[in-house]
């Protein structure tokens, strides 16, 4: 039940620096933040998670839940604190960053909107079920000079911190099939090929 009385369907939009953010880390939860004066959604309620462009694209499903103050961190800034008592937050049940589906039937009125069951029904239904999971190898490799192998490390660690996914490729292949492999920057496929960016 949501506070606006029997269960209902949701579109969230998600702020750009967020969604940036969401697709470079993993997350649980989304929290819900802002709202424009009208109904809220309560917990249990579905949401499409929305990526507020022309069309809108859906780019995960979830559920609301009572965020209770312990969010997790934003990886953009470090300093954040947890939620306030009584916050919302959106638990994810499908993410689909790396395929948005567009939303030509939602008209947004805010960062919450209420959405007609039969819409939400139709545009989960395209973002479809989740893939089978498989096992991937995922590297990461930095020619580093240092006086030792334990300073190595340090400095391995220094250089990830501080540059991270927006600055480092990460090197991604099946377990079964290395010969496969790709490299992503700020979470999608990037060519290291530098006699192919010459073409």
């Known amino acids: 039940m949501s506070a606006a009385g029997p269960a209902r369907t949701w579109a969230v939009v998600i702020p750009g620096e967020r969604y940036e953010a969401e697709r470079l880390f993993h997350h649980e939860t989304l929290e819900l933040t802002g709202g424009n004066g009208g109904p809220r959604p309560g917990p249990g309620d579905p949401v499409l998670v929305v990526r507020d462009e022309q069309p809108p694209l859906v780019v995960a499903l979830g559920r609301v839940v009572a965020a209770d103050g312990v969010r997790e961190r934003d990886p953009d800034d470090p300093q954040s604190e947890p939620a306030e008592p009584g916050a919302l937050a959106v638990t994810y049940t499908r993410q689909v960053f790396e395929a948005p589906v567009p939303a030509d039937a939602l008209a947004l009125a805010g960062p919450v909107t209420p959405v007609d069951p039969a819409v939400y029904q139709e545009l989960?239904?395209?973002?479809?079920?989740?893939?089978?999971?498989?096992?991937?190898?995922?590297?990461?490799?930095?020619?580093?000079?240092?006086?030792?192998?334990?300073?190595a490390v340090r400095?391995?660690?220094?250089?990830?911190?501080?540059?991270?996914?927006?600055?480092?490729?990460?090197?991604?292949?099946?377990?079964?099939?290395?010969?496969?492999?790709?490299?992503?920057?700020?979470?999608?496929?990037a060519n290291q090929d530098p006699e192919e960016d010459e073409d």
């Open 155 to 189: 400095l391995f660690w220094a250089y990830v911190q501080e540059l991270g996914p927006r600055e480092l490729p990460a090197f991604v292949a099946p377990s079964d099939d290395e010969l496969a492999m790709q490299a992503f920057v700020l979470g999608v496929e």
């Open 124 to 151: 989960a239904g395209r973002v479809g079920p989740a893939p089978e999971r498989r096992n991937y190898l995922v590297s990461l490799d930095l020619p580093i000079e240092a006086g030792s192998p334990a300073e």
